[in-house]
């Protein structure tokens, strides 16, 4: 089982949909949690981060972590087309010398005028 | 903008040769990653340092080295270029204070002919 999983739609919706982007993760010890945008052909870009369980929104966007089912969500109120674009989960373990972030495939999402 | 520089941006190579991609920041911080991002596969962590001269291996680290002789120059060095590692590489930083969040850069659009 890959430490995250990430459905890698694509995914289309009309503009002003709710938007539910969603990944699972296999180990407990992960403690960070963020979703990613990135353009096509540029660097991913941070969107939200959260290392707790609950709820964190920001403007149309809401990131969403439960632990005890190793699950995080990120949803997107009144899409735009300006939302059109991959975005990456990822996860992060302890800290110290050796952190790194696993990141999940990414779903490529289009967001329809 | 996360303070990183990332070159070349686009290089075509032949099999065989070394190719070397540079990564620089200009905030000094600690830890700097090179990922590759491939479809299908998502981004995937090849190296990163804690530290001058403080380097670990990624997931699919075979292949590459890496030199970090100064905080702000993080170095990936493919030795002998396959096809399979035509790739778009990315740097990343994770900001001094022990938060979660990597920063990237704009990405190396890499091919081995």
């Known amino acids: 089982q890959k430490e995250v999983e990430q459905d890698p739609g694509p995914l289309s919706v009309p503009e002003g949909a709710i938007v539910s982007l969603n990944c699972t993760y296999s180990?407990?010890?992960?403690?960070?949690f963020m979703w990613y945008r990135q353009y096509s052909r540029k660097g991913p870009e941070l969107l939200m981060y959260?290392?707790?369980?609950g709820n964190k929104e920001d403007g149309r966007f809401t990131a969403q972590v439960d632990k005890s089912s190793k699950y995080i969500s990120l949803f997107i109120r009144d899409s735009q087309p300006s939302d059109s674009a991959t975005y990456l989960c990822?996860?992060?373990?302890?800290?110290?010398?050796?952190?790194?972030?696993?990141f999940g495939k990414g779903t490529l999402l289009t967001v329809n005028p | 903008d996360a303070g990183i520089t990332q070159s070349p941006r686009h290089k075509v190579t032949e099999t065989g040769t070394p190719v070397t991609l540079r990564c620089h920041q200009t905030?000094?911080?600690?830890?700097m990653y090179w990922y590759r991002q491939d479809p299908g596969h998502g981004l995937r962590l090849i190296h990163y340092?804690?530290?001058?001269?403080?380097?670990d291996k990624g997931e699919v680290s075979d292949g590459y080295s890496v030199s970090r002789s100064k905080t702000e120059d993080f170095l990936l060095t493919l030795e002998s270029a396959t096809s399979s590692q035509t790739s778009v590489y990315f740097c990343?930083?994770?900001?001094?204070?022990?938060?979660?969040?990597?920063?990237f850069g704009e990405g190396s659009r890499l091919t081995v002919l």
């Open positions: 959260t290392y707790s369980s």
């Open positions: 990822a996860i992060g373990g302890s800290g110290g010398s050796n952190y790194k972030l696993t």
């Open positions: 340092s804690y530290g001058v001269k403080d380097t």
């Open positions: 180990n407990s010890a992960f403690q960070y």
């Open positions: 905030e000094n911080h600690r830890y």
């Open positions: 990343a930083i994770r900001r001094t204070g022990n938060t979660g969040e990597l920063f």
